[in-house]
């Protein structure tokens, strides 16, 4: 899947061949939000997840793996809650339960303290590390993550300016420093430092007298911060991907791009050859760009 502004290229490989598609980008987005700062970067986060949603049902419809009926409607509302869920519970809710249990042991401290929140994102990235090393080792994931890793070859080399071609593609770097893997990373180490300032603030504010209630209540607050949090993840995503090279700009990257090592596998031919036709599709035929591609059906 590769997009370019309102429309993406989708290139599959079937049994006997590979089909490429231009499809229009679905978007909620009024012009305003998507330009504004601070603003913009969790509903466009939302947005992604919708449009990749859409292309994995797409995928599976061409396969011949459902019913060919888009996903649409409250079919596609539901998915969405389902996995909203499924993520606050894997990044919020249980690293927070299991940081009480260590509190109660004496390990981590009062949920109002600081040793609380670093012991809460400690174990947010072990949950993510280990939900994502546990998965890998699923044959159907693996073959995702190589065409995942095929994605980031194709666009490095399309931003080398040259004519883009397996050669190319294979030569490039797996890693790519605005991959949706480092923003995972950035919002973890973000989340630890909002924490860790305004939850103290909040129970200020606010103290009841059940301990339950109040760790009910801290979540709750840690749930409302997830919007503000990812923004200013985006942003530094953003921010970091423009700003010539140097030894701070890739310290920075570096833990992103070290567990990009996780959820990218090195490529075959097979797999650059669909990423590279999602890009040409991407592009159009009227691009100025050249890109090779091997024989396939434009649906």
């Given amino acids: 899947m590769m997009r370019n502004d309102a429309v993406y290229g989708l290139g599959a490989r079937l049994k006997d061949k590979i089909v490429g ?3 229009a980008w679905s978007s909620f987005l009024s012009d305003k939000i998507r330009k504004t700062p601070f603003l913009r970067g969790f509903p466009i986060l939302v947005e992604t997840l919708v449009n990749g949603i859409k292309t994995l049902n797409r995928s599976a419809e061409l396969q011949g793996e459902d019913d060919g ?3 649409e409607g409250w079919h596609l509302v539901c998915t969405l809650v389902v996995a909203a869920l499924f993520a606050i519970c894997l990044s919020v809710v249980i690293p927070h339960a299991l ?6 042991a004496g390990i981590a401290g009062d949920v109002s303290g600081l040793s609380f929140q ?3 994102g400690l174990l947010k990235l072990v949950i993510l590390v280990a939900y994502i090393l546990a998965i890998g080792r699923v044959p159907e994931i693996r073959r995702v993550f190589q065409f995942h890793g095929a994605e980031h070859k194709t666009i490095h080399a399309f931003e080398t300016g040259l004519p883009v071609d ?3 593609a294979q030569a490039q770097s797996r890693l790519h420093p605005r991959c949706g893997t480092t923003f995972l990373l950035f919002v973890v180490f973000f989340s630890v430092l909002c924490h860790a300032v305004l939850v103290p603030l909040f129970l200020l504010v606010w103290q009841p007298e059940s301990v339950f209630l109040k760790h009910a209540g801290t ?3 840690k749930l409302l911060l997830i919007a503000p949090v990812a923004s200013l993840s985006y942003e530094l995503i953003r921010g970091t991907a423009r700003v010539k090279d140097c030894f701070w700009i890739r310290i920075l990257r570096a833990p992103g791009l070290f567990l990009q090592r ?5 490529p075959e031919k097979e797999h650059l050859e669909v990423a590279i036709v999602a ?4 592009l159009g035929d009227d691009s100025r760009y050249k890109v090779v591609t091997v024989p396939y059906e434009r649906i």
């Avoid at 940081?99 to 109660?104: A, E, Q, R, V």
């Avoid at 996780?262 to 090195?266: A, P, R, Y």
């Avoid at 890009?279 to 991407?282: H, I, N, P, R, V």
């Fill in 21 to 23: 598609e231009r499809r």
């Fill in 99 to 104: 940081t009480w249990i260590l509190s109660l």
């Fill in 262 to 266: 996780l959820t990218t596998v090195e």
């Fill in 118 to 120: 670093i012991w809460d």
């Fill in 219 to 221: 979540v709750f607050f």
């Fill in 166 to 168: 397996t050669e190319l």
């Fill in 69 to 71: 009926t888009p996903m």
């Fill in 279 to 282: 890009l040409k599709e991407s």
